[in-house]
């Protein structure tokens, strides 16, 4: 018999996991039980012998957020503390959440207090769900989501996003994304 404890963590927390997470195989409690404890992946596992869905292209998630930023929003931009991927300007408010690996599936949160600031912004406000590795991103303004959470009935404080880039299909939503998708070219490698 098993005990189990909820935790919360917060965006960088959660944006870590994803990055250490096997596509479609770690939950949370397997990436930390991997890095935290030392327990090694199970070798006869068939999700372990299946071909890897992440390349080593990673980019620079800064370099990327910081070209995103300039080339669809301009510039002026500051970091809005407490948050490390959250920045305003005199006119908008940005908040990106990353998922830097070549993946078949796109997995995101935004937790309760960066959501709560978005939609309380009196300024324009958007949220960018990145893929850096793959240079692309989800660029969706605050009112076109809450016009879509009302209508899914989406009652919980945080936003999941689980999004098929072959469909750009926001699973939770059952919202098509094809018109707020951005492509960057001419991003530096390297993390």
Not at 61 to 82: I, T
Not at 93 to 110: A, C, G, M, P, T
Request: charged share 25%.
């Amino acid at each position: 018999m098993s005990n189990h404890t909820s935790i919360q963590v917060d965006a960088d927390v959660f944006a870590f996991l994803q990055k250490h997470a096997r596509p479609f195989v770690d939950t949370p409690n397997d990436v930390l039980r991997r890095l935290l404890l030392g327990v090694p992946e199970d070798p006869t596992s068939p999700e372990v012998r299946m071909p890897a869905l992440v390349s080593r292209s990673e980019v620079s998630v800064d370099g990327f957020v910081n070209e995103l930023l300039r080339q669809k929003f301009g510039a002026g931009f500051r970091r809005r503390m407490p948050y490390r991927m959250m920045f305003e300007s005199t006119d908008a408010l940005v908040y990106f959440q990353n998922f830097n690996k070549e993946s078949d599936h796109l997995w995101y949160r935004i937790t309760e207090n960066p959501w709560r600031e978005l939609q309380a912004s009196t300024t324009s406000a958007w949220i960018c769900l990145s893929n850096p590795a793959e240079r692309f991103a989800y660029v969706l303004p605050i009112a076109e989501i809450q016009r879509h959470v009302e209508r899914a009935r989406w009652a919980r404080p945080y936003l999941e996003v689980n999004i098929d880039p072959a469909t750009s299909r926001w699973t939770e939503l059952d919202w098509h994304l094809d018109e707020f998708f951005e492509r960057l070219q001419g991003v530096s490698g390297g993390k």
